[in-house]
T-cell receptor
């Protein structure tokens, strides 16, 4: 069965610094991978998705993620953090016809 | 497109009472998912439907939980009787693996 591990339940960065949120997955078949963001008291919003096309995926709000099969990773990055990026971020995996399985989430704090 | 609509946004009920959560998925989305979010367990898939048919309800915690999808535009999640440990945020989502899920804003359930 597929699974996701997000390293670091809480990441803190300074405004303008690089954001790196780590995600490693386990899947028995080529996976579909997703990043979602959740702001307080809101639902999850899709940031970006990998569905076996280009390995570098660009999403909304300046975020991108790179699929690395050899490392079973799908880390999320943003060159320059903004205060509005403070939120909870979830990585998710699917094996195609199976529902998304989510990681535990990483809370991103941005320090002025 | 109004997105996935959930009601109510907040529900406070007494232990032993019946609770019904409602969801209207996005028109044209063939799959609907019910997730539960808690601090301890993160996002858990409770049940999902394809074309209004329940496919997997193995995530439903107990027989006290039931879900229905009588038509393509409406689903309910019912808890009877409710218990304090059912307190959580319940999300409905619709969509598919190829394009990701769209989540509703959630129902925050508090059972006292």
């Amino acid at each position: 069965a597929q699974s996701v591990t997000q390293l670091g339940s809480h990441v803190s960065v300074s405004e303008g610094a690089l954001v790196l949120l780590r995600c490693n997955y386990s899947s028995s078949v080529p996976p579909y991978l997703f990043w979602y963001v959740q702001y307080p008291n809101q639902g999850l919003q899709l940031l970006l998705k990998y569905t076996s096309a280009a390995t570098l995926v660009k999403g909304i709000n300046g975020f991108e993620a790179e699929f690395k099969k050899s490392e079973t990773s799908f880390h999320l990055t943003k060159p320059s953090a903004h205060m509005s990026d403070a939120a909870e971020y979830f990585c998710a995996v699917s094996e195609g016809n199976t529902p998304l399985v989510f990681g535990k989430g990483t809370r991103l704090s941005v320090i002025a | 497109d109004a997105g996935v609509i959930q009601s109510p946004r907040h529900e406070v009920t007494e232990m032993g009472q019946e609770v019904t959560l409602r969801c209207k998925p996005i028109s044209g989305h063939n799959s609907l998912f019910w997730y539960r979010q808690t601090m301890m367990r993160g996002l858990e898939l409770l049940i999902y439907f394809n074309n209004n048919v329940p496919i997997d309800d193995s995530g439903m915690p107990e027989d006290r939980f039931s879900a229905k999808m009588p038509n393509a535009s409406f689903s309910t999640l019912k808890i009877q009787p409710s218990e304090p440990r059912d307190s959580a945020v319940y999300f409905c989502a619709s969509g598919g693996t190829n394009y990701g899920y769209t989540f509703g804003s959630g129902t925050r359930l508090t059972v006292v």
